[in-house]
């Protein structure tokens, strides 16, 4: 076995004996066995015997592979430190930066398509390119899970760029760059604008001259975000293997467009434990209940001016409407009854340039919202209140990785990213009893 599939068989083999140990502690807690589970336990024994005499077997010949890797690395490359061979060697053409786009992409391409067979060639045990080793130390730039390398600046950039170009979620967040892997920071606890409340805490006074107003602080709330790991997994014919510009080509597009996939939907319904923190499972969400005798499965004008009634105003100049495909017939089809002499202007609109708004916000289809009926078909959100962040800085752009399975003659992608909703919780207006919020949802139509 190669490296990697030794790397697997090591991984498989530990989940098999973590189970087998689990169900031997399950047999010997029951005081009084029966034949049938006495006799299990014995064969559980058995099999731990021979998985972990398996286990000592894959991971010395890990040992091995590694060993014999670290020579050929040694021999196929002889490091300086401190040398950016990246710089002194580009990976693609340069251009100016005055060129047209198209040459400044197919450039991009070419770099993408050559780095991406410098990893390939390392993943079979062809030998190490000088460019995949980090130039400010002269240590690897692979990562520590899955052999992968760094994508280098020349590259990440355009395909990052691609992502958030394409990305009508991730186009919209308030996005923070940051150097480790987890970031904490400060934000104002404010949950009501009630006296006392407003700004956490602060509240103002009007005086006579020479009297001083009541002190007062403002509490604030603590935010920790680590960045999760997200990955994409593109297949590659041998004849795009052989064209460096078309596999790099093939690359950016089939990368940007799967982890834009996988991020924006997690920004959506994340859980925040193994994914970001999603708006629909944000603690500051607001939800907007159906009317009285409403049919499943339908939306109505009522519907809609409740939800940005609970938007609060300084969220509504940023607001959109990200819906299902599947509510646009019935949003086509609303208005407002005036009477029996006609109807008010209509209710939802479509620009000149064929936007379609409502209430003078746009409304983005997308794919993560659910069907008509269900939480999530549509909700009105202002994503600058959705915080996400991802790993760079000036030297590398080390949220993301690739690496080459060999046996599936595929590229993996990985990158780095997190994010929540900043508020903590909805809004308790000055005045009225409805509790106000960036992110509002209709509930259920069933």
């Known amino acids: 076995m190669n490296i990697k599939q030794l790397i697997q068989a090591e991984i498989e083999g530990k989940a098999a004996i973590a189970k087998a140990k689990k169900e031997g502690r399950d047999l010997m807690a029951i005081a009084e066995r029966t034949p049938e589970q006495a006799a299990r336990l014995t064969a559980v024994f058995r099999e731990l015997d021979a998985l972990e005499a398996a286990q000592a077997g894959i991971e010395q010949d890990l040992v091995n592979a590694r060993r014999l890797q670290d020579d050929q690395r040694a021999q196929a490359t002889n490091i300086e430190v401190g040398v950016d061979r990246a710089t002194l060697q580009p990976w693609g053409p340069q251009v100016a930066t005055s060129a047209p786009a198209y040459r400044q992409r197919e450039a991009e391409h070419i770099a993408l398509g050559n780095f991406a067979l410098a990893v390939r060639a390392a993943g079979m045990g062809h030998g190490l390119d000088p460019r995949l080793q980090a130039a400010a130390t002269g240590g690897g730039t692979q990562s520590d899970s899955n052999l992968g390398f760094a994508v280098p600046m020349e590259v990440a950039p355009g395909i990052e760029r691609d992502m958030f170009a394409t990305g009508d979620v991730l186009s919209r967040c308030d996005v923070r760059t940051i150097g480790g892997n987890t970031i ?57 293997l052989d064209d460096a510009a078309a596999l790099g080509g093939e690359l950016q597009s089939a990368f940007a467009e799967e982890l834009v996939f996988q991020t924006e939907n997690k920004i959506f319904r994340g859980n925040g434990s193994s994914a970001p923190l999603g708006f629909l499972n944000a603690p500051c969400l607001v939800s907007v209940a159906k009317e009285t005798n409403q049919a499943a499965a339908t939306i109505n004008t009522t519907n809609l001016s409740k939800m940005w009634a609970r938007m609060p105003a300084s969220s509504k100049r940023n607001a959109v409407w990200f819906i299902n495909v599947d509510c646009e017939p019935q949003l086509d089809e609303l208005a407002q009854a005036i009477g029996t002499g006609g109807t008010a202007p209509r209710f939802v609109n479509y620009g000149p340039d064929g936007v379609l708004t409502i209430k003078g916000r746009p409304v983005v289809p ?43 003659q595929a590229f993996r992608a990985f990158y780095r990213v997190d994010g929540q909703a900043v508020p903590r919780a909805a809004l308790t207006p000055f005045k009225g009893s409805n509790t106000l919020s960036p992110f509002v949802v209709l509930a259920t139509r069933a």
């Open 184 to 240: 904490a920071y400060n934000v104002i606890d404010q949950t009501s604008r009630a006296d006392g409340s407003r700004q956490g805490g602060v509240l103002g006074y009007w005086v006579d001259e020479g009297t001083a107003p009541t002190a007062s602080n403002t509490k604030l709330a603590r935010i920790e975000m680590k960045l999760r790991k997200v990955g994409a997994f593109g297949v590659m014919t041998d004849e795009i």
């Open 366 to 408: 997308v794919e993560y919202a659910e069907t008509v009926g269900t939480v999530g078909d549509v909700s009105l959100v202002d994503m600058a209140k959705y915080r996400l962040i991802r790993k760079g800085g000036v030297e590398q752009a080390s949220s993301m990785h690739v690496y080459f399975a060999a046996g599936e």
